[in-house]
């Protein structure tokens, strides 16, 4: 999270380090460090924890009475996301519910059944969530759908209409399913 700037003040003293200091730095992307800090530092990379560790870890600690394979997928490896998202866990079966009937109802049902997604401060969870279920769909045209949903967080980005976005997204997407 640190800018060029701050980067550049910390680089003095990992330079010249007190000799009773190990600093630990972490990035979720190394891309984003300076080369000169890189240089200086150690690079460990973490492996993503097993989909069967962190479903046991989400029944038998958080109290998940049921997860799915795209719910499970949606937590990257991370027990952090699995905690974060805990609260979330029927929203997310009613949005896969959704993104899985939208092949077998007409648009009426789904606008009218589509209120889950209307969640200005979650949507971004809730379009990656989307992606996530619509890449375990076994349908040729997902791919189709999940550029829909990248467009559509594209235009969010972008301060576009929220609802039209959110419309214009569901229409597409069903149309490419049905």
């Not at 979720?28 to 069967?52: H, V």
């Not at 949005?95 to 009937?101: G, Q, R, T, Y």
């Not at 189709?144 to 967080?153: G, H």
């Amino acid at each position: 999270m640190l800018n060029t700037e701050s980067q550049n003040c910390i680089l003095k003293t990992l330079e010249e380090p007190p000799e009773f200091v190990t600093f630990i730095l972490i990035a979720s992307n190394e891309s984003l460090l300076l080369n000169t800090i890189k240089s200086r530092c150690m690079i460990l990379k973490f492996k993503d924890i097993p989909d069967d560790l962190i479903k046991k870890f989400a029944i038998e600690n958080l109290g998940y009475n049921e997860l799915s394979k795209n719910q499970i997928k949606f937590f990257r490896g991370s027990i952090g996301n699995c905690i974060k998202y805990k609260d979330k866990s029927e929203k997310f079966f009613m949005i896969e519910e959704l993104i899985n009937n939208l092949s077998k109802k007409d648009i009426i049902d789904i606008m009218l059944n589509a209120k889950i997604i209307y969640d200005k401060e979650n949507i971004y969870d809730i379009l990656d969530y989307i992606i996530v279920c619509l890449y375990e769909m076994d349908n040729r045209k997902r791919l189709n759908c999940i550029k829909y949903v990248n467009e559509c967080i594209t235009k969010l980005k972008a301060n576009a209409n929220f609802d039209m976005s959110i419309d214009t997204l569901l229409f597409k997407i069903s149309k490419e399913l049905s």
